[in-house]
């Protein structure tokens, strides 16, 4: 088997088995080129059934140089994900990266907005022109829906379903899912595609998408940042915000307010719920209450004994 053999196959058990989007693919599929690359050019290593743990720790090594620690602990992981899938197919034996240590990682969580301050973002907008209503429709429903900011700015007219209360967001790995709206985000919703999208004429490929330009298209990533950075400045909020920002916001309110931890991992999407646990930066006084609340040896639970 040699490299482009191998990379194929690769590319195809995450396409077809894993179901990954195409962004993912992608990544993973840069991480092996690299290595076969860097190895061709070395040691003249023909195919990824003889490669060593060493051949991999030289690599690391050497690209460890020019990236940072978050970027190499990705880049290890890519790799133990694909010799685990030649371990898989029988291709080898061992997976060289087994022993290998990813460096350790600080995740920063960004900032959390409280609702007050969600409140005066949205008032600081200028709603007397049409971008200003689009705007505030925007916020709304990103911190309504703790919607990721590609979600956003790919929803369309037919995943609004208001009568049911729902609206359907394609996440990554092109998966579906349902999330509840809000009654004050469906008339926002409804206002904004009534009043102000109806004027404007979109362009062939965008024709169901929610959020539009004055020219018709759909809005792209930086415009939502920028929307949010301008509006930031206007009310001299210190927090560094975007998209990302207002999600988090939305998960952690409900958090705090009892939801639980496996409801606000369906709604945000988190494959698993290791994730949520990391975003929503679960405290102490939270876990405290669930184990007064649910352990076995509660005062309920002793009370019951007891009679």
Known sequence: MNWKQATSDYVNFLKIERGLSKNSIDSYQRDVKKLALFLENLDAIPSPIYITQENVQQFIYETSKKINARSQARLISGLRSFFDFLVFEDYRKDNPTDLIESPNITRKLPDTLEKEEID?????IDLSHPQGERNKTIIETIYSCGLRVSELI???LSDLFFD????RILGKGD????????????QRLNFYI????????????DEDI?????RGKRLTRQMIFIILKELALKINLKKSIGPHTLRHSFATYLLKHGADLRVIQQLLGHESITTTEIYVHLDNSYL????ELHHPRSNFNLKEEEE
């Open 120 to 124: 005066d973002l949205i008032a600081a």
């Open 210 to 214: 929610v959020f539009l330009n004055r």
């Open 154 to 156: 790919n929803l369309q």
């Open 288 to 291: 405290k209450k669930v184990i």
């Open 194 to 205: 009534d009043e102000i999208r109806s004027e404007i004429t979109p362009k062939k490929e």
């Open 164 to 167: 049911e209360g729902y609206i």
């Open 175 to 186: 998966k579906y899912r349902f999330v509840p709206i809000h009654i004050t985000t469906i």
